[in-house]
Nanobody, 122 residues
Framework: QVQLVESGGGSVQAGGSLRLSCADF????????MGWFRQAPGKEREGIAT?????TATYADSVKGRFTISSDNAKTYLQMNSLQPDDTAMYYC??????????????????WGQGTQVTVSS
């Protein structure tokens, strides 16, 4: 089992930055693929970034060049720059066992955090 706890959400003006953190608590040793998703009201949950255990990151086109996923082996981070009102959503950390990530689909991740709200005002 993997438990995930997000933090770092909040309110920011357009053009601003936020850094989200995700602490993972594992019941056993193993490599993890980590992901960040977001869900805006009335919309599907979308994958925005993944990071595998060898350090390879992938991004959705909607955040490429603005968001950066990273890890220090204790936490996984999502640095969000140049935020826009369209980035307003609940942001979720997700995880799956494995050396590499299977993809960026919701079904690729069995473990989820509770979410942290990000609100960007114009």
């Amino acid at each position: 089992q993997v438990q995930l706890v997000e933090s770092g959400g909040g309110s920011v003006q357009a053009g601003g930055s936020l850094r989200l953190s995700c602490a993972d608590f594992r019941s056993t040793y193993g490599r993890l693929c980590m992901g960040w998703f977001r869900q805006a009201p009335g919309k599907e949950r979308e994958g925005i970034a993944t990071l595998d255990s060898v350090g390879t990151a992938t991004y959705a086109d909607s955040v490429k060049g603005r968001f950066t996923i990273s890890s220090d082996n204790a936490k996984t981070y999502l640095q969000m720059n140049s935020l826009q009102p369209d980035d307003t959503a609940m942001y979720y950390c997700a995880a799956n066992w494995g050396r590499y990530c299977l993809g960026m689909r919701r079904n690729d991740f069995p473990f989820w955090g509770q979410g942290t709200q990000v609100t960007v005002s114009s």
